[in-house]
């Protein structure tokens, strides 16, 4: 731990990178994977849970804050992570993916956004000023800038006007945010599926000088594909001794993927929400709990894991939890995925530092390839 915010590089593996981010509130080991706790809880989990799991980091959702139970009531109560009794970093997103997934409730202009409340129909104002202040108020560690993120496939003219709008609200975003002694900004570069979008935000944003940087507009409807190439433009542009956040994203292949493209930092709700899905990520792949061919199969997901959820309940059981839609389901199968997410992302720094990451891929790729075991 440190009382300023710095990012160390400790190994490189073609461009995978093995670092760690030091913080007052403690150490991020990087590449990192970041459960998403929306509202001040990752759904279906204890906190005690995710921090023996191996989170360094969680991440809030300053939109759903500010409406409930709201930023000024936090900051009252001492500010979030005594209000959720985390100890450790936490990164809060600025609320513009919002503007992207709330379309439809609400108006955006250059001053910023207004927000319909899809809770109670009341309206929000968003400038980049207020968004920096209400992350002030959460006593988040990393603050997002507000940018406007925008879903995918799209004309390039509205790519463009989002992208160049989104560098005006960073600007304005850091002016806001000052000098916060152990904390810090970070921009976010946007740009579409188009290259040239994309290096004139990553240039542009390069010029502020902040201490992070994040892609965005990703995994928003493109194809994985377009999602490494826009990481092949944005990576080499941004500063190498600072991290890079890859944000909403994703699959356990689109992380390993994505790390071999020089990302450090990962968020998205997939493991929590298919968990309370009925799904399942494991070294095999992907299980569906919710198929009768685990109906009587008293085998573990995983006997080797050392997530209890994984090692000590039978599929059978698992099964019987989701069918029934029983919420102790929902709870063991997110265990079990965000245990799986954490081990993966282990499983990756060790590699790239022992400089087999390119080995490390093939050989889980290969593991989800062969798929789940027999059915009983």
Not at 16 to 27: L, Y
Not at 120 to 147: H, K, N, V
Not at 203 to 229: C, R, T
Not at 327 to 351: D, F, H, P, T, V
Request: net charge negative; hydrophobic share 40%; aromatic share 6%.
């Amino acid at each position: 731990m440190t009382e300023t915010f710095q990012f160390k590089l400790l190994a490189t593996d073609g461009k995978a990178r093995r670092g760690e981010v030091s913080m007052p509130r403690g150490t991020i080991r990087t590449p990192a994977f970041m459960p998403v706790g929306t509202v001040g809880t990752v759904k279906a989990m204890y906190l005690d849970q995710v921090r023996e799991l191996g989170a360094d980091i969680i991440l809030g959702n300053t939109y759903h804050l500010m409406l409930r139970p709201g930023a000024e009531r936090v900051a009252r109560l001492g500010g979030l992570h005594n209000f959720i009794r985390w100890e450790r970093p936490i990164l809060t997103d600025s609320g513009g993916f919002q503007v992207m997934s709330l379309s439809s409730l609400r108006k955006l202009n250059e001053q910023g956004v207004t927000f319909k409340s899809h809770v109670d129909g009341a309206l929000y104002q968003m400038s980049p000023e207020r968004s920096i202040e209400i992350q002030g108020l959460l006593d988040s560690d990393i603050q997002m800038q507000l940018d406007e993120c925008v879903a995918l496939p799209a004309e390039p003219g509205e790519i463009e006007r989002a992208m160049e709008m989104s560098i005006r609200w960073a600007e304005r975003c850091k002016v806001a945010f000052g000098d916060q002694p152990g904390k810090a900004m970070f921009a976010i570069v946007q740009g579409g599926d188009l290259p040239k979008l994309r290096e004139r935000s990553a240039l542009a944003l390069k010029e502020l000088d902040l201490k992070g940087y994040a892609v965005g507009g990703l995994a928003v409807g493109e194809p994985q594909e377009v999602m490494l190439e826009m990481l092949d433009v944005t990576c080499p542009i941004l500063p190498a001794e600072k991290p890079r956040y890859l944000m909403g994203v994703g699959t356990p292949d689109d992380i390993l993927k994505s790390v071999a493209h020089g990302i450090d930092m990962f968020d998205c709700v997939m493991p929590t929400r298919s968990g309370r899905h009925g799904l399942a990520f494991t070294r095999y792949g992907r299980i569906n709990l919710r198929n009768a061919r685990h109906a009587e199969d008293l085998r573990p997901l995983d006997e080797q894991s050392s997530c209890p959820a994984t090692r000590d309940y039978s599929r059978a059981y698992l099964h019987h939890l989701i069918r029934s839609n029983e919420s102790l389901g929902g709870m063991l199968l997110s265990w079990n995925n965000l245990a799986y997410y954490q081990e993966l992302m282990a499983g990756i720094r060790k590699a790239i530092e022992e400089g087999r990451y390119a080995d490390f891929m093939v050989e889980t790729q290969e593991g989800w390839q062969r798929g789940d075991l027999p059915p009983v």
